[in-house]
């Protein structure tokens, strides 16, 4: 069995309209499985409505507790914490829990083994069905940290079902940045589909999130959202992509249908031809790429 | 006095509302702390005075002095070393280390493992007119902004300022560290099912942190209620409505900031900021 491809969606800037164009990709790929791993705010579910869904927490990241009863007051954590997460409430030390890191090193450092190191549940993925195919996504705590483990742990997941069920194509809808939940998005993905939208922040952000893929040598191509808003901005993206020798996939124009269609929570490719033209060249195109590698 | 200006999602507005209420406040701090996508430069343009680089501490380890006793792997919390004892060779993973440490604390051996500086990022200050221009910029590749963005609120900040912070986008970590230490959080949403959706995660964060928080409605269709009913059952005050209009858009595309595309919102701004100000200490 050949190790399923990866095709993610990422956009360095948020509100570009990736998840929507995820979403009409999902509605016309064959045989894949779909993968939210925007875990901070997972919206791609609004779009395709998962039935079915099975949910299991996930730990991560420990957290501090001092015991009072036992602490002498020496102070040493509260001294070498990097991350000033202790503090004197009352007289008594406690830990900040959203300051804590989890390292651990007060724990080494107590001479009364006062501080104990706990495991704690920052999220919960889930899997699911969708008219579309298989649906792996998950929820993290609001606050929590480790989303980029938490993003490793549901592609993971989305591996074992694409193995499982001979399943050609994962398809992964990408957190927006370029700190670490993306790069464990990106991380052994096959190809790159950057979604930015011709304003001085999209071109701004494009670049960053280009580095990014170029650092991990992944192939990517460029979706122009709402490339009609700025045709000055759009030409600079296009002279950028021919520079860095990736393509521009395909360029969208605003719509008001595409609007409407995503305040009803529906899939806009079904109603919007436009947009559901540029999907399918869009997906040649990413086939093509897949089959030449 | 710090504001902070966040959204759950990106791409909602919150640049444009947070560089409009810096350039309506007259002497203030503007204050970028979305390190991974720091934009607000595109529409205060300002005036560069210096540039320091962000700096952590990282372990290196002599291996002609370590014993390859694996203390420090032991210790570590995030896996970023390890010790092969009989290779003699030991591996350091840059980008899982958090910089804790905890590995330099353990090493029973002298000069084995010393602490070395790595960048992670640029704080840049500057000035637009009156208002004081303050980013931190996270180099591409490097896994968290968490320490930058506290590196800036402990060190580069003056309380006395009125700060307008532009807050990471997201709910994890980053968001906290932007929030913790503001005394009130304006909320940048959109009227569509995602924008709420983020909203509701955004505001689950804001109220474990006690935060008093207001929302401003972007792109506003005129046709859908969808926030105003849930700000209204959250008990959270609409402060404002940015209609939907493709002048604003393309203003926003060409970096020019929102007053100036639309001068009548400035009387708007400048009044909500009345209203926080005149809030403090009460
Ligand atoms: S704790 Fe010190 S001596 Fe032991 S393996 Fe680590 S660096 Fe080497
Ligand atoms: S500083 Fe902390 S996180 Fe980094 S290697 Fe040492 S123990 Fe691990």
């Known amino acids: ?12 800037k948020g509100g570009t309209g990736k998840t929507t164009i995820t979403a009409s990709l999902a509605g016309i790929m064959t045989d894949k499985v779909i993968v939210d791993a925007d875990v901070d705010a997972a919206n791609l579910y609004i779009l395709l409505r998962p039935q079915n869904i099975r949910g299991t927490d996930f730990t991560g990241k420990g957290l501090a507790e001092i015991d009072r009863d036992l602490c002498v007051h020496c102070g040493l954590c509260k001294e070498l914490c990097r991350f000033f997460a202790i503090e004197i409430v009352d007289g008594d030390y406690r830990v900040d829990p959203f300051s804590c890191d989890g390292c651990g090193l007060c724990k080494i450092v107590c001479p009364v083994q006062a501080v104990t190191i706990e495991e704690q549940v920052v999220g919960k993925w889930f899997s699911a069905d969708t008219e579309f195919g298989a649906f792996v996504y998950a929820r993290l705590i609001p606050g929590a940290e480790n989303s980029g483990n938490l993003v490793t742990m549901v592609k993971e997941q989305a591996k074992q079902k694409a193995a499982a069920g001979n399943i050609p194509t994962i398809l992964i809808d990408g957190p927006p940045g370029i700190g670490c939940p993306v790069i464990s998005a990106v991380s052994g993905a096959d190809f790159a589909l950057i979604v930015t939208e011709p304003t001085y922040s999209g071109i701004s952000d494009l670049r960053r999130v280009f580095d990014l893929t170029a650092h991990f040598g992944i192939k990517s191509g460029i979706v122009i959202n709402r490339c009609d808003i ?21 360029g969208i124009p605003h719509s008001r249908c595409i609007m409407d269609e995503i305040s009803e ?10 947009l559901s033209r540029q999907i399918e060249n869009i997906y040649e195109h990413i086939k093509t790429e897949l089959l030449n590698e | 006095m710090y504001i902070a200006v966040a959204s759950g999602k990106g791409g909602t507005g919150k640049t444009l509302v947070s560089t409009s209420l810096a350039l309506c406040a007259g002497e203030c701090a503007y204050v970028d702390l979305d390190v991974e996508e720091p934009n607000g430069y595109i529409f205060l343009k300002p005036v560069i005075e ?20 694996g203390e420090c792997a032991k210790a570590c919390a995030y896996n970023a070393l390890m010790v092969m004892k009989q290779l003699k060779k030991t591996l350091f993973f840059a980008d899982l280390c958090h910089s804790c440490g905890a590995c330099a604390y353990v090493c029973p051996v002298k000069n084995a493992l010393k602490e070395v500086k790595r960048t992670i990022g640029k704080i840049s200050t500057g000035k637009t007119g009156t208002v004081k221009f303050i980013e931190g910029r996270l180099d591409v590749g490097r896994p968290s902004g968490v320490p930058l963005i506290a590196c ?5 900040l003056d309380i006395n300022d009125l700060l307008i912070v532009d807050a990471s986008p997201g709910t994890s970590c980053p968001v906290v560290e932007s929030l913790k230490k503001s005394d009130y959080v304006i909320l940048v949403t959109e009227p569509t099912p995602f924008g709420l959706h983020d909203l509701e995660l955004t505001i689950e964060i804001v109220k474990e942190l006690g935060k008093e928080a207001g929302i401003i409605i972007n792109k506003d269709n005129g046709r859908s209620a969808l926030i105003e009913d849930f700000a209204a059952r959250a008990g959270i005050p609409v402060l404002l409505k940015i209609p939907y209009s493709m002048d604003i858009q393309r203003a926003y595309s060409e970096g020019i900031p929102l007053i100036e595309a639309q001068p009548g919102i400035k009387e708007k701004f400048k009044e909500i900021l009345k209203k926080l100000t005149a809030g403090i200490g009460q």
């Open chain 2, 50 to 69: 210096k540039e320091i680089r962000c700096e952590l501490p990282v372990p290196q380890i002599d291996e002609q002095v370590c014993t390859f006793c």
């Open chain 1, 1 to 12: 069995m050949k190790k399923a491809k990866e095709i993610v969606v990422i956009s360095g």
């Open chain 2, 152 to 156: 800036i609120i402990n060190d580069f």
């Open chain 1, 230 to 250: 700025n045709p000055g901005n759009t030409t600079a993206i296009e002279t950028f992509a021919r520079e860095k020798g990736i393509p521009v996939l395909a």
């Open chain 1, 265 to 274: 929570s529906r899939l806009p490719a079904r109603k919007c031809k436009e």
